[in-house]
DNA sequence: TTGTACGCGTTATCAC
DNA sequence: GTGATAACGCGTACAA
């Protein structure tokens, strides 16, 4: 009923511990052919199979790979962790998922959790600003990786450049020929929703084009980050902006869904995208591809982010002393069939 | 920088390792208020942190329990996991994630890691029929759930009624006044898929209307179960449907992507959904209500069949003789407005 | 080349 | 009420 303990083995081929120990770590140490060849013919026979508890509280090393995110199901992060799993998965490490919610103090809990499993490495999509947690981590000599929303504090970092990535979006727009460029999202209660805004403006006014605060729709309350809140949030907000008097020739979207959205409040209108307005979005989850018409958009790369954290950082636990460094992804011009020339 | 252990929490407390422990763990053992508050205050200047590996070892449970699903990208094991997430949060179990790419060596391996692991219990969304290294986990006496999926082994299961499933949809068109209903779909390589098949058959059979096999339309090859495959097999089996001569007015979809497959080739044709051709699909993913037109389809209720299955595994994890049952989720339909009475 | 013995951090059993 | 001490399963320094 219980798996076999190495003593068992060690009993059944009647060689001393040590010796089995040293067969089945795969140690280097020299160990002579007959007695091997009794070891693992005792641990086969058994189907011994080593106890990582032991030791993980041996070698202090349990290639376990803590993530913490706000939510699989959302199609950004489930990406993104697909990215953290390959990479893993490829250095034979495992993954302890948690899920924030988005609930600052479950965060928190998980850190701790992590930390009391010790796991090698945490990878962490944040969504509160607080630093307790992480910081005791870092303390204790854990190695943290922050992806995607960075906290003040001195740590590795994964990150994206979100105000190129509107700065982008909103120059395919004007390359197309638009002068009216709305942009549609939610309050600027992140760093990287400050940072869009920004970027659609820099770039607005980079081209001399004045900025409308009219053009610019944001929901006044924070939506769930659900699917479809997201959706009637970017309906909602491209509904009023038809109603101006000149209307914007095209919008620029905070993200997928609420490009989405709009799209489907523009048609429903009996607005042609991208004939009568050009749409763009932001993300690149794979369901752009899918939409009518294919939604134009900002790759994010979460796959990639994910991929990268998860090799950095175990760089990271192999090698103590790499010289590490943050790094911020760039972001890329989907084109599809969403945006064109404005008529 | 290491974590502070146990013992010095003793030395700075001044009380030995056993009354330690019994403070800090929990214990229900009587320990007097002064020497309490003396371990608690050293523990908290040292901010000690249970290492869970001493622990798990000790005690031999980890509180872990490993998942292994083939690819958490697809909206239906997402969702799967968020209800695993969420039931294990609750009773305060953690999830050690492994993601089998359809592989089913890799399953295999992510079995016995996880064993190695000593996690108190699996839930496995199996790819393959291959019965091994389940059969060794249950020999080893851990608990094991298979879910949707079931293998030919003895084995709790919390499975899904996919014949009921696609009777139900079939049930619906009939009922709207359909007579000409097409099934499309993928070769029944799998159990499931031909339990929809059945279903399909069966009901149009109790309604005393004749199974045309030319309305039955499977892809050739197996699709990679990716979305955008499986858009692309459901718009090619629907334009292979549109051009019968008595085409069908209604279309029974394997599942929720081929069904939006479908839909898009039907519109691309100038076919409207619902008036010329009504499509219901399978699965239920969150897309499905933001579709255009709106989804009707069997909600196949993959929450509830993760959070089913973390409910009984950790009940049986707890409490070993608990007497167990598999069960099986019955489907529901979930009207939206891709079907309607044919013209 | 092999075996003995210790320690990783914890809980639990037994004396006191 | 408290404190030694023996496990849990493993790796390894050291002795043989």
């Known amino acids: 009923m219980k798996p076999p303990t190495l003593r068992d083995v060690a009993n059944m081929s009647g060689m001393s511990l040590a010796t089995v120990s040293r067969v089945l770590s795969g140690s280097d140490y020299a160990v002579s052919e007959p ?3 009794a070891v693992l013919s005792a641990a086969k026979k058994l189907r011994y199979m080593p106890n990582a508890l032991g030791k993980s509280l041996k070698t202090s090393s349990t290639r376990e790979i803590g993530v913490v995110i706000p939510n699989i199901t959302n199609p950004y992060y489930a990406l993104l962790l697909q990215g953290i799993q390959d990479a893993a998965a490829q250095r034979e490490y495992h993954i302890l998922l948690c899920n924030s919610n988005r609930d ?10 992590l930390l009391a499993k010790r796991v090698d490495g945490i990878l ?3 969504i509160s600003q607080s630093v307790e ?20 504090i001195r740590c590795i970092h994964v990150g994206f450049d979100y105000r190129a990535g509107s700065w982008m979006a909103t120059k395919h727009l004007i390359d197309k020929g638009h002068r009216r460029i709305a942009f549609i999202g939610a309050p600027p209660s992140r760093h990287s929703r400050q940072q869009m805004l920004a970027g659609y403006r820099q770039c607005l006014a980079e081209h001399a084009l004045p900025v409308d605060e009219r053009m610019i729709q944001l929901s006044e309350t924070e939506n769930e980050s659900q699917s479809i809140y997201e959706m009637e949030n970017g309906a909602a907000c491209a509904a009023k902006l038809l109603e101006n008097q000149d209307r914007p020739t095209a919008f620029v979207c905070l993200n997928d869904m609420t490009a989405i959205g709009a799209m489907r409040a523009l048609s429903a209108r009996g607005f042609r995208v991208p004939q009568d307005v050009s749409v763009i979005g932001f993300d690149n989850i794979p369901f752009c591809e899918v939409c009518d018409p294919p939604l134009t958009t900002i790759d994010q790369h979460a796959y990639a982010i994910g991929e990268m954290s998860t090799k950095l950082i175990i760089e990271r636990i192999e090698n103590e002393d790499a010289n590490q460094c943050s790094l911020t992804l760039q972001p890329t011009l989907v084109e599809r069939r969403s945006t064109s020339s404005p008529a």
Chains 1, 2 share one sequence.
Not at 108 to 113: E, G, K, L, T
Not at 137 to 143: E, K, R, S, V, W
Request: one cysteine or more.
């Open 35 to 37: 007695s091997r060849r």
């Open 104 to 113: 600052a103090g479950q965060e928190a809990r998980d850190i701790h959790s």
């Open 124 to 126: 962490l999509a944040s």
């Open 133 to 152: 947690a992480v910081q005791y981590a870092l303390d204790i000599g854990c190695t943290l990786i922050t992806m995607e929303q960075e906290l003040p």
